[in-house]
């Protein structure tokens, strides 16, 4: 069930376009202005804090960078989602212990089997696309405890703006992404048994409570079976298109050691990269099933 008093709501032209006039307005342009500079993640003060909110409201993401260098404590990406709100981890099946995931390049086990282990590169997406309905990702937060010798740039895109571009190019675009047999993600197999049951859904839904926009997308053709009709196709071509394009919108940068990202789950891609044996990269990345606090549309 949908909002329909949301800016997202297809058929609210008006509200939309006065939400779309205020999210325009003054749209971050460079990588920097997404940046606040922090003293200690593990305690972020109200003004660092209300700084890194107010530019989550406009993008729904923000950068920091702090004083913890390349210190390995897990709980510096916890405390910093537990200041804005973020406390309901996904400890998904390759998580470590504490619900964050290590992500570094991998020697041995089941974790050479996934990209995000390796050093190649990974394409556009939103985490957590494959989780159930009632499991969804909606905040996502990435820190940077050693980077790669030369490589491992993030790209980032509000996804929000992402609606935007494409309900500009065509509305009929949005109720076709918003169906709910429009992706359909294969089971995840253990041997011969399912680890984890098809999963079909929508890209863009609503919140029905807050009227917030969630999307879950993956460029893997792999990972994903999409409907096949003109209208969606001709959408995803769209959308392809704009994640392709050197668009404004689109901001590149490599964290650096001490510096993260909090976000409303938004559209990410890395590229590949190279190690140093001695300091193999490591990110630290954390999901949540809530959302930013004080970070909603209404």
């Known amino acids: 069930m949908q909002n329909s008093t949301s800016p997202f709501a297809p058929g609210n ?127 996502l937060l990435l820190h940077c405890v050693r980077p790669a010798s030369s490589g491992g740039e993030n790209a980032l895109l509000d996804h929000e703006i992402a609606y935007i571009l494409l309900r500009d190019k065509n509305p009929a675009y949005i109720p076709a992404l918003m169906a709910n047999d429009v992706m359909t993600i294969p089971p995840r197999m253990q041997g011969d048994k399912v680890a984890r049951a098809e999963e079909t859904g929508a890209v863009f839904s609503i919140n029905p409570a807050t009227g917030n926009l969630h999307m879950r997308y993956t460029v893997r053709q792999k990972h994903i079976s999409w409907k096949q009709d003109p209208l969606t196709l001709e959408a995803l071509a769209y959308l392809t298109e704009i994640l392709n394009s050197d668009s404004p919108y689109i901001f590149r940068g490599t964290l650096q050691s001490g510096m993260g990202l909090v976000s409303n789950n938004v559209l990410h891609d890395r590229s590949g990269f190279e190690d140093d044996a001695d300091k193999p990269r490591l990110l630290y990345r954390a999901r949540y099933f809530d959302r930013i606090a004080g970070c909603s549309v209404t």
């Open 13 to 139: 032209e008006t509200r939309y376009q006065q939400w779309r006039e205020q999210k325009l307005m003054d749209y971050p342009t460079e990588l920097g202005d997404l940046l606040v500079e922090i003293n200690d993640p593990r305690q972020i003060s109200k003004a660092e804090h209300d700084a890194i909110l107010q530019i989550c409201r406009k993008t729904n993401m923000a950068l920091y960078a702090g004083n913890s260098g390349d210190d390995p404590d897990k709980d510096i990406p916890l405390a910093v989602g537990r200041s804005f709100g973020l406390q309901q981890l996904n400890s998904n099946w390759l998580a470590d212990y504490e619900g964050v995931t290590s992500l570094t390049v991998a020697e041995t086990g089941t974790h050479l089997e996934y990209i995000p282990y390796s050093n190649r590169p990974i394409q556009w997406h939103t985490d957590g696309y494959y989780n159930t309905a009632d499991k969804q990702i909606h905040g």
